[in-house]
């Protein structure tokens, strides 16, 4: 299994840009997340999906869409780059069930200029 | 919703000796307190979760302890050496929500 995995590594973007982030997992797991992680504030919930076709936002949302098409792709969607995005961006999945072990792709290191 | 709060943000320690990380949670309805370990550029990887009908779990060098009724846990890491040097985290997930919360990491350094 390749677990969770993540396209791109690393991305600059000019201010306004849009582009997709893309996240995938071959664990067949129903639930799908997406992070950002900056210096000093841990890992905050941007949104996440319970299976496909449901997607829900978590603490900050603002300036990224989502959806689930299938079990095993989750993208997301930055639709008019701002500097204030500069992150880097970890998807995870877990299986349903209940809360348990979540599995971290590699990581997204996104520079908006 | 909930909110996790983590102590200390950095600690130092010397090799051999034990660390402690302390976590505050403010949604009784939280369950699940899983930790987390971030090594320098690398995605982070669970190390160990206890759930709210347990107050203790080891596991070898590590151990987590769960205060219900004062809404702490802690993680306990005995004999350091230089590997356990990394960013920890510790989260909150609450029985009716499938969001994990997390606390904003302590770095953790330990000098040979």
């Known amino acids: 299994n390749a677990g969770v995995t993540q396209t791109p590594k690393f991305q600059v973007l000019k201010t306004g840009q849009s582009m997709t982030l893309q996240c995938a997992q071959d664990?067949?797991?129903?639930?799908m997340s997406w992070y950002r992680q900056d210096p000093g504030m841990g890992l905050r919930l941007i949104h996440y999906s319970v299976g496909a076709g449901i997607t829900d936002q978590g603490e900050v949302p603002n300036g990224y869409n989502v959806s689930r098409s299938t079990t095993e792709d989750f993208p997301l969607r930055l639709l008019s780059a701002a500097p204030s995005q500069t992150s880097v961006y970890f998807c995870?999945?877990?299986?349903?069930?209940?809360?348990?072990?979540?599995?971290f792709g590699p990581g997204t290191r996104l520079l908006v200029l | 919703g909930e909110n996790v709060e983590q102590h200390p943000s950095t600690l130092s320690v010397q090799e051999g000796d034990s660390a402690v990380i302390k976590c505050t949670y403010s949604?009784?309805?939280?369950?699940?307190f899983p930790w987390y370990k971030q090594e320098l550029g690398k995605r982070p990887q669970l190390i160990i979760d206890?759930?709210?009908?347990?107050g203790e779990k080891k596991d070898q060098r590590i151990a987590v302890t769960l205060n219900k009724t004062a809404k702490h846990f802690s993680l306990h890491i005995t004999e350091t050496q230089p590997e356990d040097s990394a960013v920890y985290f510790c989260?909150?997930?609450?029985?009716?929500?499938?969001?994990?919360?997390f606390g904003k990491g302590t770095k953790l350094t330990v000098n040979p």
């Open positions: 989260a909150a997930s609450s029985g009716g929500s499938e969001k994990l919360v």
């Open positions: 995870a999945s877990r299986s349903a069930g209940g809360p348990g072990t979540q599995y």
């Open positions: 664990m067949n797991h129903e639930y």
């Open positions: 206890i759930r709210s009908n347990v």
């Open positions: 949604d009784s309805a939280s369950n699940y």
